[in-house]
């Protein structure tokens, strides 16, 4: 079980290039909750995940996690975040065993060998853990960052769009080791073009920016 643990988001403006993305957004995520954020495409879904994995800075606002500051303590704070964006985020050059072995060396993760096995079955990598990467299809080199999930020991899970290339059985696996991790008093914040189906789920619905001269 994980400690209590709260992110907040105060007053949060974005711009990318010309474009205002939101402004004077506020959230605040708790142990426990499992959140889908909603909005149309280029509302800024992403980039508000950047921002809450330190990637990007915001225009204005703030967020916190546990009262700190993330960006003023970003090392702290990324020991306790495990993200997974659109880029599968594994070494090509690597087999999916040795990528999910490196992960473990340098994050906070599960002990041992057998995770690495139960891991690689449970998104269905076994007959593949020896061929690189690169040699992979794009649906198997995404199963192959999110079973990093079943390593993790972080608190706070951001994904971006995790269920990219996911068949239904494996869509349904995904969606119960979130609701195990909430469970276990961990957080999971993250957009999806799917509808999922869980009890647990809160959807946050994003805005569209309007100036103060729009009608």
């Not at 599968?88 to 050059?93: P, R």
């Not at 972080?154 to 059985?169: C, G, H």
Request: aromatic share 10%; with cysteine; net charge neutral.
């Amino acid at each position: 079980m994980f400690e209590k643990n709260r992110l907040t988001l105060h007053n949060l403006s974005c711009q990318r290039g010309e474009k205002r993305l939101f402004a004077a957004f506020s959230a605040v995520f708790e142990s426990g909750q499992f959140v889908q954020l909603e909005g149309h495409n280029g509302i800024g879904k992403t980039s508000l995940l950047r921002i809450l994995t330190t990637l990007s800075q915001p225009l204005s606002g703030e967020v916190r996690w546990n009262e700190l500051d993330i960006f003023k303590s970003r090392d702290s704070y990324l020991a306790q975040l495990l993200y997974l964006g659109h880029s599968s985020g594994v070494k090509s050059e690597l087999t999916p065993y040795q990528n999910l072995k490196f992960y473990q060396q340098i994050s906070p993760c599960k002990a041992g060998e057998a995770i690495i096995w139960q891991a690689l079955e449970q998104v269905g990598l076994c007959g593949y853990e020896e061929s690189a990467v690169y040699r992979l299809s794009a649906g198997q080199q995404k199963r192959v960052a999110l079973a990093r999930l079943w390593l993790s020991q972080a608190p706070l899970w951001i994904l971006d769009e995790p269920f990219t290339a996911i068949d239904k059985q494996g869509q349904q696996q995904l969606t119960a080791l979130f609701e195990q991790h909430c469970h276990q008093g961990g957080i999971v914040i993250l957009t999806s073009h799917q509808a999922l189906e869980s009890k647990r789920l809160l959807r946050l619905s994003m805005q569209p920016f309007k100036s103060d001269c729009q009608d």
